[in-house]
């Protein structure tokens, strides 16, 4: 690892909601914050997080007090957006070079490409999907220190 990791907006949303937090995903963002990992991530990442906790509130699968906290939560993890335009450029090709229909997963990969680290995401089918495609990408829910 070179002291960077980058995340996904499911992964953010395994440490701010109750119903998905696990043991494994809480133990990753405590040893990064340890060890000093600085966390990035793709443009599509705010919006997304931003989307999720408006839409749980909505449904009423989380309290409005609840949906506040998480996004105040969420405002104060301090997560650096790589907006480059070659973000756009290597997720287009990525989401072509594996044949998928849309690019918004790819913009997470193409970051930890161009910035050299490990992808880690919650989305388990994103990761079977892949997993023996792209070695950098590492599925949180899987972590074990």
Known sequence: ???RVCIDASLALS?????ERNEATDTLI????????????????????TS??????YHKKLLPQEGEQAFVTFLQLAV???NEQAVYTLAW????????PRAYDMQYLAVAELKDCEFWT??????NSLQDKVPRLKLA?????
């Open 141 to 145: 829910g899987d972590y074990r220190p």
């Open 122 to 127: 919650n989305d388990r089918r994103l990761v």
């Open 1 to 3: 690892m070179n002291g």
């Open 52 to 57: 999720v906790l408006r839409e749980q509130v």
């Open 93 to 100: 090709e990525l989401a072509k070079k594996f044949n998928l």
């Open 15 to 19: 440490w701010l909601l109750p119903r």
């Open 80 to 82: 650096e957006t790589i």
């Open 30 to 49: 405590l040893q990064w914050h340890a060890q000093g990992i600085k966390l990035i991530t793709a443009p599509l990442f705010h919006a997304e997080v």
